[in-house]
């Protein structure tokens, strides 16, 4: 398979946290320094690096080469494989839930069919009717 | 105001894969076609060119279910669960696992169907026995939409 497969686990596990979900997502928009990074959140500069070591190590996000700066930038190809493959699983049961959509559809027919002869049963009947 | 058509695939816990959609049917509808085996088979097919010889339901707690699908090109593929719960018409667990055991173990996947004005909201939750049994099932997932892909390309050759 592809060389990046077996760091899956690492790119979900970086996925689960809300945190760093967001830093992906401002990371999305363009490279950022750590300081940059932290401005939005109401936590430390510390744990906000914690976060960025763990998506480091996913390889979602490298370093830039500036000395001073070491902006972040995101990786696209890890998250890619990820999705890639929730993209897949979603279109089959796209798929199976389009068709389960028809069924649905033929039951309504149905049903209502049942409920409009019901209907026309518990009519009264004028023969039927008792003489006073 | 629920909308219907698109299907939402989530990873709350790194055990866990929770899947919604939103169906124009009353619950009890989309209960009885997700549990009445001549209703079952005519839509649980997955990607185009597979069917579904064999759908058996016994739909009762401890009851069991069989699942097997078969590929025009003669691939074959196969699951088995057993009810753990069954609260009609709102809510089904079961223990599942397909024949090839790409999911690393047994999944418990509860389902919930919830109505509102008159549409149902399907959330299906695949609880897997572990974190790495999840990405493995992700991985093998990977692994055989590339198998697929190069089936197509071999047959798009040979033609």
């Not at chain 1, 750590?34 to 960025?52: N, R, W």
């Not at chain 2, 695939?9 to 049917?25: G, K, Q, S, W, Y």
């Not at chain 2, 707690?61 to 074959?76: I, S, T």
């Not at chain 2, 753990?84 to 996947?109: M, N, Q, Y």
Request: glycine share 8%; charged share 30%; aromatic share 6%.
């Amino acid at each position: 398979m592809k060389p990046h497969g077996y760091a899956l686990d690492a790119t979900f596990a970086a996925l689960a946290d809300p945190t760093r979900r967001a830093i992906l997502a401002r990371l999305a928009d363009g490279e950022a320094t750590v300081t940059e990074l932290a401005a939005p959140f109401d936590i430390s500069q510390p744990a906000i690096s914690k976060h960025l070591k763990v998506l480091e190590r996913a390889g979602l996000i490298t370093r830039g080469r500036e000395a001073q700066r070491r902006p972040r930038k995101l990786e696209p190809r890890p998250l890619a494989e990820a999705t890639d493959w929730i993209e897949r699983y979603r279109k089959i049961w796209e798929a199976n839930y389009k068709r389960l959509d028809a069924v649905l559809e033929e039951l309504k027919g149905k049903q209502k069919k049942t409920v409009d002869a019901l209907i026309e049963e518990t009519k009264p009947k004028p023969r039927k009717r008792k003489a006073k | 105001m629920t909308k219907t058509g698109a299907v939402k695939i989530t990873t709350p816990t790194d055990r866990e894969l929770v899947m919604t959609r939103v169906f124009d049917a009353p619950r009890g509808m989309v209960f009885d076609a997700l549990t009445k085996a001549d209703l079952v088979k005519r839509w649980l097919l997955g990607p185009p060119g597979w069917t579904m010889p064999v759908c058996e339901i016994d739909l009762r707690v401890g009851g069991k279910y069989r699942y097997a699908w078969q590929n025009a090109d003669g691939r074959k593929m196969g699951m088995g669960g057993t009810f753990k719960e069954i609260v009609r018409p709102s809510r089904i667990v079961t223990a599942e696992l397909f024949d090839e055991d790409w999911t690393g173990g047994e999944t418990l996947v509860t389902t919930e169907i919830v109505e509102t004005n008159g549409k149902t909201t399907l959330t299906t939750t695949v609880r897997y026995s572990s974190r790495e049994a999840r990405d493995g099932a992700i991985k093998t997932g990977m692994a055989k939409g590339v198998e697929a892909s190069y089936d197509r390309l071999e047959a798009l050759l040979q033609a």
